[in-house]
């Protein structure tokens, strides 16, 4: 179980720093529709930023089995979900039917 944890972890980390960089000035702490980034990661993920930051706290809670790990990796995965309605609410919003698109060819 360490092992998968440890070879779920190690590409998941690069994606996301790779994520990050290819998301560039369109970053934001708090969700803002400054441009539509379509290319990259995000040209077959919508978010993918989250995508890897979730299988990080599942790698993490697979490397130490604890319950604790584990309920922060449920409490991730309830963030995000959250998150992910509020960013594609504002992107629609801004984008309209560019995003609309960009969303029916991309996952999640």
Request: aromatic residues 18%; hydrophobic residues 55%.
């Amino acid at each position: 179980m360490s092992y998968m944890g440890i070879a779920l972890i190690l590409p998941s980390f690069v994606l996301l720093l790779i994520a990050f960089h290819q998301l560039g000035n369109s970053f934001a702490v708090n969700a803002k529709a400054k441009e539509l980034v379509t290319n990259g990661l995000y040209a077959k993920i919508r978010h993918p930023m989250y995508v890897f930051q979730i299988l990080l706290f599942l790698g993490f809670a697979m490397i130490t089995r604890d319950v604790i790990a584990y309920g922060f990796f449920i409490l991730a995965l309830v963030f995000v979900a959250w998150r992910v309605r509020i960013e594609n609410r504002i992107l629609e919003e801004k984008f309209g039917d560019a995003y609309r698109a960009y969303r029916e060819q991309v996952w999640f």
